[in-house]
């Protein structure tokens, strides 16, 4: 076997427009287990929000990894292997940003999200992602006058705003976090060093198994870290064009690209 680890992103690449998990998609990570491969779910979501989806897809243990590779948690018994976190102060920072912008914001802790806004979109985010926010108007006021251990905030907005966005927030703090898109409906910053490339690493020291064998698959900009780190870099059609250009281009999500990648290039013969 070619990479006996596998690290697939959920939305865009391995879960359909609809939420469900194509049946070719699931044989083809059931055989892929079978032959000895190690399947792991890598994705920018909550961890309440992942566990669930993973064990409708039989994925009942190993590791999973949410929130861009912040948070890592044992699958089976649920112990927190790994949860990177703001500082009170960088997590206030990262708010009052959004906030002086007037922007729809989310802040995540370890289980649970606010939002400053209850409206469409927000409910919209909460059927897809199948949790439940808290609603707050006023987060960096919240933040502050409580002990919360931060662990991503967000922007939500409309999808021809989302470049310039991240562009504005990149420049602003520079390197001092880790700022990108699991969406285009989403701009996302992180504490620095917290993103899929980190996950890359925790996950080969986890299994013994060197970088250069592991296989990595994704559709958006907060993909890319995982698949510059891993030996097999693969993007679906639908994948944003920076992903496109750096790894081999497969099928799309909705015509089962992580299959494609497991069977014709994990297990089978060609590079």
Known sequence: MRYPLFLSDFDGTLVREDGTVSEANRRAIAAYREAGGVFAVVTGRMMTSILPRLKELGLDDGLAVAYQGAMISDVRTGELLKCGSFTREDALECIRFFEARGKHIHVYTEDDFWSNMDDEGLHTYEEICRVKGKIEPHLSDMVAANSLKVVKVLAMIPAEERDGLREETQAFFGDRFFVTCSSVYLVEVMPKGQNKA?????????????????????????DLPMLLRAGGKFAVANADEELKRAAVVVASCEEDGVAEALMKYTMGDQV
């Open 198 to 222: 980190s996950a890359v690493d925790f996950l080969s020291a986890y299994y013994h198994v060197p970088r250069e064998r592991i296989a990595a698959i994704g559709d958006q900009p907060n």
